[in-house]
């Protein structure tokens, strides 16, 4: 079978990286005094039985966001005590994101959410990859404007629904 390579025919950039934190002040402080990232955003996110709070950090392109769980039962909570503080997943910044996906399905990839559609932005997460433990966000935005209220909690919905962190 060829592949399609479909990640690398769309993709443009890194659009954010998304770190699991424990202590999101401590992080945040980090990121802001040491770093010298700016705090664009604050959100908190309520599922069923999953919470967390969030911080978007930005310093020139690069964009961080800090995520902190507020229940036990959180996604966040859980990938921190299965694979510690770090890196929760990469998203990459592609110009066409139905073609990716189609490509990615047929290549066997798997998704943990459906395309979530909102006003100027699209995603969807694959399921965590075995060999390298990653789980990748496909972003399409027609323009930045940063993280959508709408679009973060049909992610944690539908996370919650595959019980999935």
Not at 4 to 26: E, G, M, N, Y
Not at 78 to 92: D, L, N, S
Not at 118 to 135: E, I, P
Request: net charge negative.
């Amino acid at each position: 079978m060829e592949v399609s390579r479909a990640i690398a025919k769309h993709a443009k950039c890194i659009d954010h990286v998304a770190l699991a934190v424990p202590d999101l002040d401590k992080a945040a402080d980090w990121y802001g005094n040491t770093l010298g990232f700016t705090v664009e955003a604050e959100k908190v996110t309520q599922g069923t039985q999953s919470n967390m709070r969030s911080r978007v950090v930005r310093a020139g392109g690069s964009t961080i966001v800090l995520c902190m769980g507020t229940t036990p039962e959180s996604s966040v909570n859980r990938f921190i005590q299965a694979f510690g503080p770090g890196v929760q997943h990469v998203a990459i910044l592609v110009d066409d994101i139905d073609a990716v996906v189609a490509d990615l399905q047929r290549e066997g990839v798997e998704f943990d959410t459906p395309i979530i559609v909102g006003a100027n932005l699209k995603q969807a997460f694959t399921h965590r990859d075995t060999a390298s433990g990653m789980v990748y966000e496909l972003v399409q935005r027609d323009e930045y404007g940063g993280f959508q209220d709408t679009n973060v909690q049909q992610l944690w919905d539908s996370l919650e629904k595959k019980n999935n962190f």
